[in-house]
């Protein structure tokens, strides 16, 4: 047996080992994506700042905090005000119900750290959580992101698997009341 084999089989397995590990430039792609698309507006919590609301990155991308109980939802008058956010911009409530942000970050109880690469994408594509759950509640604009290209939403997930995982149990989204605000 010549040495030419096992050096092979050693290649192999290195690029075999690799084949499902997204590169630094898909990461890269994914983070600029995340970044241009508003994905920070809503899923990374508002502190206080010196100068007013800023994201809290130290929570970045960690969706509602699960510490901020919130109260029962402004009752609004008739049309045409038909939905409201918290300051935190993490909650909001609408005709659809109350929905919270959900966690992006790996955490792989509260977040998308369980998740696959498949049900990222179906649950793009369906526009419903793990591509057959309940339905993605405004104000996500899941419609945005179903315009996005495979390899695009691939970076978008590989960066969200990439960040800091951040332990964050996200309240489950509340049905809307019996009589629903009339849209005008």
Same mark, same amino acid.
């Given at each position: 047996?010549s040495?030419?084999r096992?050096?092979?089989?050693?290649?192999?397995?290195?690029?075999?080992a =690799?084949?499902?590990t997204?590169?630094?430039?898909v990461?890269?792609? +994914?983070a600029?994506?995340?970044s241009i698309?508003?994905c920070? #507006?809503?899923?990374?919590p508002?502190?206080m700042?010196?100068?007013g609301?800023e994201?809290d990155?130290?929570?970045?991308l960690?969706?509602h905090?699960e510490? $901020?109980k919130m @109260?029962p939802? @402004?009752?609004?008058p008739e +049309? @045409? *005000?038909? *939905?409201?956010?918290?300051?935190?911009m /993490?909650?909001?409530?609408?005709? *659809?119900?109350v /929905?919270? /942000?959900?966690n992006?970050t790996? #955490?792989?109880? /509260?977040? $998308? +750290?369980?998740?696959?690469?498949?049900q990222?994408? &179906?649950?793009?594509?369906?526009?419903?959580?793990?591509?057959q +759950?309940?339905?993605?509640?405004?104000?996500?604009?899941? &419609?945005?992101l &179903?315009?996005?290209s495979e390899? #695009?939403l691939?970076a978008?997930?590989?960066? $969200? =698997?990439?960040i800091?995982?951040?332990?964050n149990r996200?309240?489950?989204p509340i049905?809307?009341a019996?009589?629903?605000?009339p849209?005008?």
């Amino acid at each position: 047996m010549s040495l030419t084999r096992p050096f092979l089989l050693a290649l192999l397995g290195v690029a075999l080992a =690799q084949a499902g590990t997204p590169g630094k430039s898909v990461i890269r792609r +994914g983070a600029y994506l995340v970044s241009i698309s508003g994905c920070h #507006d809503c899923h990374t919590p508002l502190k206080m700042g010196p100068k007013g609301p800023e994201p809290d990155m130290t929570r970045m991308l960690s969706g509602h905090p699960e510490a $901020l109980k919130m @109260p029962p939802a @402004p009752k609004l008058p008739e +049309g @045409p *005000w038909g *939905w409201v956010g918290s300051l935190s911009m /993490t909650a909001f409530t609408g005709p *659809w119900g109350v /929905t919270y /942000t959900a966690n992006l970050t790996p #955490d792989k109880e /509260t977040g $998308l +750290g369980s998740w696959t690469e498949a049900q990222f994408l &179906q649950m793009v594509r369906t526009g419903r959580h793990l591509g057959q +759950g309940r339905r993605i509640l405004p104000p996500m604009p899941i &419609q945005n992101l &179903q315009l996005v290209s495979e390899p #695009d939403l691939k970076a978008i997930f590989a960066y $969200l =698997q990439s960040i800091p995982a951040i332990h964050n149990r996200v309240p489950a989204p509340i049905e809307p009341a019996a009589t629903p605000i009339p849209m005008h």
